[in-house]
T-cell receptor, first 108, second 116 residues
Framework: TQLLEQSPQFLSIQEGENLTVYCNSS?????LQWYRQEPGEGPVLLVT?????EVKKLKRLTFQFGDARKDSSLHITAAQPGDTGLYLC????????FGTGTRLQVFP | KAGVTQTPRYLIKTRGQQVTLSCSPI?????VSWYQQTPGQGLQFLFE???????NKGNFPGRFSGRQFSNSRSEMNVSTLELGDSALYLC???????????????FGSGTRLTVV
């Protein structure tokens, strides 16, 4: 079973700051998904990255898939309190295998 | 279009009891998956049902079981509850079974189970 390690585990920042969270594995991914889970809710799919080196943008969020397809990153520009939540990377195989998660808190 | 509905939202049970959680998928979705989320273990896959058949099962003891009805609604049951079963239980529905390609999952808001 592939293990997805995310870092950092916790991140607490002020509104307007930039941040990057990482998702790493020792194995090669065929594709990778990023989810955001807000308190009291289920995870919501943000993006799926498929091709090594791929970069996808979703407003202030930039997702990158590593060239070797063993890592991915999520960069948030000018974070806002509404970005607060648990960010999860996941492999979508015959089930979803989730990473360990990064809990982000953005203070006004 | 209604989302995935899970009931109840919160539940408190005593050790040794059993519990049944319900999940109504998005209309037209035939696949329902269940996940357990705890602070220590994160989100872990329990099982998946498609057309009333269990298609996949995670690494959980037999106390965890589920079923799916002809209208695609699903229930999961946990018998002989233990303190460690306290968790957020999430279900997710999708259109297609994984055998036909990678489905897109929509999650419900979960049932928060506390075992005392």
């Amino acid at each position: 079973t592939q293990l997805l390690e995310q870092s950092p585990q916790f991140l607490s920042i002020q509104e307007g700051e930039n941040l990057t969270v990482y998702c790493n594995s020792s194995s090669v991914f065929s594709s990778l998904q990023w989810y955001r889970q807000e308190p009291g809710e289920g995870p919501v799919l943000l993006v799926t990255v498929v091709t090594g080196g791929e970069v996808k943008k979703l407003k202030r969020l930039t997702f990158q898939f590593g060239d070797a397809r063993k890592d991915s990153s999520l960069h948030i520009t000018a974070a806002q309190p509404g970005d607060t939540g648990l960010y999860l990377c996941a492999l979508n195989t015959d089930k979803l295998i989730f990473g360990t998660g990064t809990r982000l808190q953005v203070f006004p | 279009k209604a989302g995935v509905t899970q009931t109840p939202r919160y539940l408190i049970k005593t050790r040794g009891q059993q519990v049944t959680l319900s999940c109504s998928p998005i209309s037209g979705h035939r696949s329902v998956s269940w996940y357990q989320q705890t602070p220590g273990q994160g989100l872990q896959f329990l099982f998946e049902y498609f057309s009333e058949t269990q298609r996949n099962k995670g690494n959980f003891p037999g106390r965890f079981s589920g079923r799916q009805f002809s209208n695609s609604r699903s229930e999961m049951n946990v018998s002989t509850l233990e303190l460690g079963d306290s968790a957020l239980y999430l279900c997710a529905s999708s259109l297609a079974y994984i055998g036909g390609g990678s489905p897109l999952y929509t999650f419900g808001s979960g049932t928060r189970l506390t075992v005392v």
